[in-house]
């Protein structure tokens, strides 16, 4: 058995010629370079311990991810998704905006909208809007 140089470390043998600092930056660039591909963002959010704990828990979890995204489209609104909408934010840049704030924007300014050339979609989405938000009614 030989004696352990000052430089030495037990544990597995080398296999790059690279240090193990940079091996570890590339491995975590190749990473995040999988990770684009796939359209996976990396996004830091500020939650309370307890719901952060919640949250990484969940996100493991195939179902809790298809659910969470349900509810994202149903509660967030793509603004570009709906002509209308667009004209309506035209000074705001926003690219989401809650479905109870896109409501209180198309009642607000209904006068703007243009409802000869409006879309099958948007018309069903204002709808389900009247219906979740007015109560059935769309005070214009």
Wanted: hydrophobic share 35%.
């Amino acid at each position: 058995m030989m004696p352990a140089t000052p430089n030495s470390r037990p544990g597995r043998p080398k296999t790059s010629p690279l240090s193990r600092q940079e091996q570890l930056r590339l491995a975590k660039r190749a990473q995040r370079e999988r990770e684009r591909r796939h359209g996976i963002v990396r996004y830091p959010v500020k939650l309370p311990g307890a719901d952060a704990q919640r949250l990484k828990a969940g996100m493991s979890n195939s179902a809790f991810v298809r659910r969470l995204r349900g509810f994202l489209q149903e509660q967030l609104i793509a603004v570009q998704d709906y002509d209308n909408l667009a004209t309506l934010m035209w000074n705001r840049r926003e690219r989401y905006i809650t479905d109870e704030e896109a409501f209180r924007l198309y009642e607000r300014n209904w006068r703007f909208v243009d409802t000869k050339r409006m879309k099958p979609g948007e018309r069903a989405f204002i709808a389900r809007l009247v219906e979740k938000y007015g109560n059935g009614v769309l005070n214009v």
